[in-house]
Antibody, heavy 124, light 109 residues
Framework: EVQLVESGGGLEKPGGSLRLSCAAS????????MSWVRQAPGMGLEWVGR??????????DYAAPVKGRFTISRDDSKNTLYLQMNSLKTEDTAVYYC???????????????WGQGTLVTVSS | QTVVTQEPSLTVSPGGTVTLTCASS?????????PNWFQQKPGQAPRALIY???NKHSWTPARFSGSLLGGKAALTLSGVQPEDEAEYYC?????????FGTGTKVTVL
């Protein structure tokens, strides 16, 4: 059974930093492409960014609102995904979900498993 | 900025059929956008239903089906059950970036 467990959320002031973690089990993490998705209170889902497996280059892509402020990384030896969030803004307040990608012969553009999420609140 | 638009809300009777659509501001949606569909119930994380336009995950009930319809991605619920009341989101892939749809609230009444 695939499990994705996020941690590291909490209250932070505007301009501050937080690092989220996602512990993965039940999948071959080193082969997995992973994304972070967020959901502001009462709002819809927003893709934050994705990291490919190291086999596929380990490259990252980000949504425009977080590019240059957020960094996704991975530690395959610990089966853990990270989201480093710097220069936080009040509009970054959201539940942050860790997700895994489902790969087919055509690529890894699909998302399958989701964690339960961790709440990040940015407020003075 | 790319916008992916869904119907804000739809109502369906138990046992009925309802189709949700997912439109891209860039033009017609094709299989190359790898349309995904997700279901989210209040207080829960989203759950994946459909990937690559038409494919079901192992846990997806048979009454859910995906397709392309009139230049949009579509999700059809047939034989709707009360437990299908939820918010539904589509996801489209734009070559390195992903955009979620605005979401459709499905009410079973």
């Amino acid at each position: 059974e695939v499990q994705l467990v996020e941690s590291g959320g909490g209250l932070e002031k505007p301009g501050g930093s937080l690092r989220l973690s996602c512990a993965a089990s039940g999948l071959t993490f080193s082969n997995a492409w992973m994304s972070w998705v967020r959901q502001a209170p009462g709002m819809g889902l927003e893709w934050v960014g994705r990291i490919k497996s190291k086999t596929d280059g380990g490259t990252t892509d980000y949504a425009a609102p977080v590019k240059g402020r957020f960094t996704i990384s991975r530690d395959d030896s610990k089966n853990t995904l990270y989201l480093q969030m710097n220069s936080l803004k009040t509009e970054d307040t959201a539940v942050y979900y860790c997700t895994s990608h489902y790969c087919t012969g055509a690529g890894c553009a699909n998302i399958d498993y989701w964690g339960q999420g961790t709440l990040v609140t940015v407020s003075s | 900025q790319t916008v992916v638009t869904q119907e804000p809300s739809l109502t369906v009777s138990p046992g009925g059929t309802v189709t949700l659509t997912c439109a891209s501001s860039t033009g017609a949606v094709t299989s190359g956008y790898y349309p995904n569909w997700f279901q989210q119930k209040p207080g829960q994380a989203p759950r994946a239903l459909i990937y690559s336009t038409i494919n079901k995950h192992s846990w997806t009930p048979a009454r859910f089906s995906g397709s392309l319809l009139g230049g949009k991605a579509a999700l059809t619920l047939s034989g709707v059950q009360p437990e299908d009341e939820a918010e539904y989101y589509c996801l489209l892939y734009y070559g390195g970036a992903y955009v979620f749809g605005t979401g459709t609230k499905v009410t079973v009444l």
